[in-house]
């Protein structure tokens, strides 16, 4: 794996994979906004988190993931996976998330206001809130977690940098 591990008040993220230079935004930058919507889901969910791993992958990969974990053909924006620990590892959670880098450059255009950046973001932390146990399976939990992970990206972005992305 070529990511490195981080801890965040107890949740280690290792952002794995790369990013590519038109999405406009460092990996620091990447994996400090990862390591904050983990905290921010952990909280959410309570419990001990161990690890999650950010696999960032293009639409071939997505696509075989999506299938393969989901039993849908085609890529998607993200793929979240949580795991319980196996014993004799303490309690807690361990999770995955399949980021769909070629997806953020796509989408990004379509949204008036919106740079790649941010939505990659956006995925990183709709991923996130997935672990906590977030539903987006209909109208009202989806528009709950949109309204929670847009809240996160606005409070990640003034309290890291500023505006890191438009």
């Not at 980021?99 to 740079?115: E, F, I």
């Amino acid at each position: 794996m070529d990511g490195r591990r981080q801890k965040h008040n107890g949740v280690r993220v290792v952002l794995a994979g790369t990013i590519p230079g038109a999405l406009g935004v460092s990996r620091p930058r990447v994996a400090a906004a990862a390591r904050f919507f983990a905290e921010m889901s952990r909280r959410r969910a309570g419990g001990v988190w161990h690890e999650v791993v950010v696999h960032l992958v293009g639409d071939e990969e997505s696509g075989a993931m999506h299938r393969a974990i989901m039993g849908i053909a085609g890529a998607t924006d993200v793929i979240t996976q949580a795991y319980d620990a196996i014993p004799p590892e303490a309690p807690g959670l361990c999770g995955e998330l399949f980021v769909n880098v070629d997806q953020a450059l796509r989408a990004a255009p379509r949204r008036r206001g919106w740079s790649p950046a941010k939505e990659l973001l956006l995925y990183i932390a709709h991923g996130m809130d997935h672990l906590s146990g977030a539903d987006d399976r209909d109208s009202a939990g989806y528009m709950s977690m949109r309204r929670r992970e847009l809240a996160w990206i606005r409070r990640h972005d003034a309290r890291e940098f500023g505006k890191i992305c438009t």
